[in-house]
């Protein structure tokens, strides 16, 4: 959330429009009257049940940080869920620091409990409504938009980063008899990923893999795409085939279709793998950084949903291993590692 938070200030700053359905921007607290009432239940009803963003403190049109210490958030939300009927999105409420002297206000509302209703101020026979967001423009809802708040477009699954390393290895001419077949010059760096994943899911999904992103960010800067990455989801060996080997039999709710599609049926684990090799400059601040925020987006076909993952890695100790020895034709050197959890088993 603070990852994603910054990231939008930093758009806002640099005059770039927020292209996000999902993310509402004030620079102000706006009064906790019917209509903010009635845009929050708009917008969290057109979600379609994914959580909704509203970042408080950030002027979109003066490209510029504005000051929210007026208003208590709780206080401000107690009085705007006054005007629902029935329950209100569940606010989570997190101050996140922009600058040396500013920081926002930002509110993840979950949407899971829509259609969302709020009463219908003034006289008349029209007591309650059901908001819906278009645009950035909130009306009366559809019957058919209702239909898909409470079922949704397709069930998204939830991702959640258990274990893994990001490893950073350095380039080091050491043996000479392979510069030309690499092409590479000392002081390249080649990032290795090792992800596990557990998906959680409600719904059969398909995801298609040459539209996934991975990308992680460092904590003193610096975004790298780590560009595309193998899947493969988990299995048990069952039996034998022909030729006398174990056979592969998926074990649980994942499976990779060939290099095209990640098809989830439940839940299941998701493993993750990457190597790509950075331009000269573009890795540099991975040798400084001791923490890193990496990005998962894994969108959904036939949807405009995604899963999205985002989750921290700190600097490992690294131990001194005989396996982290380059042999006679390795000029890779591990530079630096970054963990959380258990590193994944990967199976052979």
């Known amino acids: ?26 620079a ?15 917008h969290a009803n057109a979600a379609g049940g994914e959580s909704i963003l509203w970042v408080v403190g950030l002027d979109e049109k003066g490209r510029r940080y504005a000051n929210t210490s007026a208003v208590e958030p709780a206080d401000w939300w ?12 569940e606010p989570k409420w997190l101050r996140v620091p922009v600058s040396a002297t500013a ?3 930002a509110v993840q509302f979950t949407t899971e409990r829509a ?3 709020v009463k219908v101020k003034g006289p008349g026979k029209v007591h309650r409504e059901v908001p819906w967001r278009t645009s950035t423009s909130i009306r009366s809802a559809f019957r058919h938009e209702m239909i898909r708040s409470l079922v949704g477009e397709a069930a998204v699954p939830g991702l959640e980063l258990i274990g893994g390393t990001i490893d950073v290895e350095r380039f080091a001419d050491t043996h000479g008899m392979y510069d030309d077949r690499y092409g590479y010059e000392d002081g390249t760096l080649r990032v290795r990923t090792a992800l596990d994943i557990f ?34 989801g988990s299995y048990r060996l069952e039996g034998s085939s022909a030729a006398g080997r174990a056979r592969r039999v998926p074990d649980g709710g994942v499976l990779i279709l060939g290099r095209s599609t990640v098809a989830v049926s439940g839940p299941g684990e ?5 190597s790509h090799v950075l331009q000269p400059g573009q890795g540099d601040a991975l040798l400084r950084a001791l923490k890193m925020n990496v990005d998962l987006n894994m969108p959904i076909d036939s949807s405009a949903r995604t899963s999205h993952l985002s989750s921290r890695m700190s600097v490992a100790h690294l131990e001194f291993d005989e396996r982290d020895i380059p042999d006679q034709y390795d000029d890779w050197h591990l530079a630096r590692r970054f963990a959380v959890g258990q590193p994944p088993a990967w199976r052979a």
């Open 1 to 26: 959330m603070e990852a994603r938070v910054t990231a939008v200030a930093e758009a806002v700053l640099a005059g770039r429009q927020v292209e996000d359905d999902r993310v509402e921007l004030k």
């Open 28 to 42: 102000q607290w706006p009064p906790a009257d019917h209509d903010v009432a009635r845009r929050i239940a708009g």
């Open 78 to 89: 107690s009085a705007v869920q006054k005007h629902f009927d029935g329950p209100a999105p």
């Open 103 to 105: 920081e926002v206000v």
């Open 115 to 117: 259609p969302y209703v």
């Open 199 to 232: 998906l959680s899911a409600r719904a059969p999904v398909h995801m298609p893999q040459h539209r996934q992103s991975l990308t992680i960010r460092t904590n003193v800067g610096g975004t790298v795409d780590l560009g595309t990455f193998a899947m493969t």
């Open 270 to 274: 998701l493993f993750l793998r990457g």
